[in-house]
């Protein structure tokens, strides 16, 4: 893992697209901007895993053909 110290106001690239700029420091957070490509996905690690167990579970759900034809008939 690459650790970088940065003050308000500067920033970090990844690449040419990414610019991750610190915004502001006040109570022991730090507000963060992201400047990437309109395209890429972003989330905060909570919610990436979050998404990534739902995906878990689905895919090990048992569909029977029927089923998911009435679904799409919906």
Do not use: C, H, W
């Amino acid at each position: 893992m690459l650790v970088l110290s940065r003050k308000a106001n500067e920033s970090i690239m990844i690449g040419k697209d990414i610019e991750i700029k610190v915004l502001g420091i006040e109570d022991g957070k730090v507000k963060i901007g992201i400047d990437a490509p309109r395209g890429l996905e972003i989330y905060r690690r909570e919610i990436y895993v979050e998404i990534e167990e739902e995906n878990i579970t689905a895919s090990k759900q048992n569909l029977n053909l029927e089923n998911l034809k009435i679904l799409f008939k919906k």
